[in-house]
């Protein structure tokens, strides 16, 4: 007993001290602290003040920024309930997560399940699965002579933050975000490709092989997507093949329409040199994620101290800073710049940074790239 009683305290004041690093190293997030009331109620300067004190009054403004309305009123009251929930979780999450800024977000009124449910939708991977038969390995790539900070947005090759909806396609947006990124790289053009083509047509596979098919808004795989890419000749324009959100159980691919095709595909190693190795030169990169501390992220370099390498959602890797603040190392620390699917009014504009270091939430274990594109003839 006296022994889990010091490793408490220890876990304590390591929290503490990491919370009042950050207080002082970072005088432009406690500002912000101060502007945004949306922010206040859950992160005080005052560690002990209650986070529902005015609840009501930020259901109200949280309703108000998002245009939340419900049918009835005891549907309101129940989603009051689960914001009040959340708002205590919101700060656990600060505490334990000192580096980033958590509060409330678009999904401050859903059950940790329904958030799972509608906005994740990566599928889980029962057993080591066999790659798909055109995936090959990354060749090992020269590290030494890498910039300190890149992100692809400086280089006109990502397209902007798309919304998935409750939709739990977040594979689809994954993959074509790797493919519109490596077709810029190849023609100089960027294009905005179809999410929903994969989300429709995408579902014929052989589960032996595989261990899981794609399943529209019910979940998928990236590796599975650029096969399926790969074997049915390209995807087309997204304005051709316009995003619903749903899943309408028809295709309505039309060859005579296909803008881009991926020609091969790699899985590369989890060595974080040789992902932004890979990122550097074939453009953003398909990577999973465990998405746990995302429902209540607003901003600044997520580094939690415990996070599962259980990946449960798709997102796309675009670039890396070296000076992103980190009180668990009380120093600066690198970081992924990871575009989201989720609307631009979650997180940093759409965006998410996570440190890097030890994989955290287990960021560097599914990394995919598009190695090669083939440009249909016009």
């Not at 022994?3 to 929290?15: G, K, N, Y």
């Not at 129940?78 to 980033?100: I, M």
């Not at 120093?331 to 504009?349: L, Q, R, V």
């Amino acid at each position: 007993m006296d022994r889990l009683f010091l490793l408490s305290l220890f876990l304590s004041l390591t929290i503490i001290s990491s919370v009042a690093a950050l207080t002082e190293a970072d005088g432009e997030t406690v500002s912000a602290l101060q502007d945004d009331p949306l922010i206040r109620q859950v992160v005080s300067s005052d560690g002990d003040e209650d986070p529902l004190l005015n609840a009501d009054h930020h259901f109200s403004l949280f309703k108000a920024k998002f245009g939340k309305t419900y049918a009835t009123q005891e549907e309101h009251d129940y989603r009051f309930s689960v914001f009040k929930s959340n708002l205590r979780r919101a700060k656990r999450h600060q505490l334990l997560d000192p580096s980033a800024v958590h509060g409330v977000t678009k999904f401050s009124d859903l059950t940790p399940k329904e958030f799972r449910r509608n906005f994740l939708g990566l599928h889980k991977q029962k057993r080591r699965l066999r790659l798909p038969a055109d995936a090959n390995k990354a060749p090992i790539l020269p590290t030494e002579n890498l910039p300190a900070d890149f992100d692809w947005r400086d280089h006109g090759a990502v397209t902007g933050v798309k919304d998935q909806g409750s939709c739990g396609s977040c594979w689809s947006f994954s993959t074509i975000g790797a493919v519109e990124g490596a077709h810029y790289l190849a023609t100089g053009e960027l294009v905005s490709l179809s999410e929903q083509q994969l989300v429709d047509c995408d579902h014929e596979c052989d589960p032996e092989e595989y261990g899981s098919c794609d399943s529209g808004c019910n979940g998928g795989l990236m590796n599975n997507a650029f096969e399926y890419i790969l074997k049915n000749g390209g995807v087309e324009r997204e304005k051709d093949y316009p995003y619903t959100g749903t899943d309408r159980g028809t295709c309505k691919f039309d060859k005579s329409k296909i803008a881009a095709s991926v020609s091969n595909f790699s899985v590369v190693s989890i060595d974080e040199e040789q992902i932004a190795a890979n990122l550097v030169k074939s453009g953003p990169l398909a990577v999973a994620i465990n998405a746990v501390w995302m429902q209540t992220y607003m901003r600044g370099v997520s580094c939690p101290y415990v996070c599962s390498k259980h990946q449960d959602h798709g997102v796309l890797l675009v670039g890396y800073g070296s000076a992103g603040y980190a009180p668990i190392r009380l120093k600066e620390k690198p970081y992924w710049i990871i575009k989201n699917s989720w609307g631009a009014n979650w997180g940093e504009e759409g965006y998410y940074k996570i440190c890097r270091g030890h994989n955290p939430c287990g960021v560097d274990s599914m990394v995919s790239s598009v190695a090669s594109i083939h440009i249909p003839s016009q």
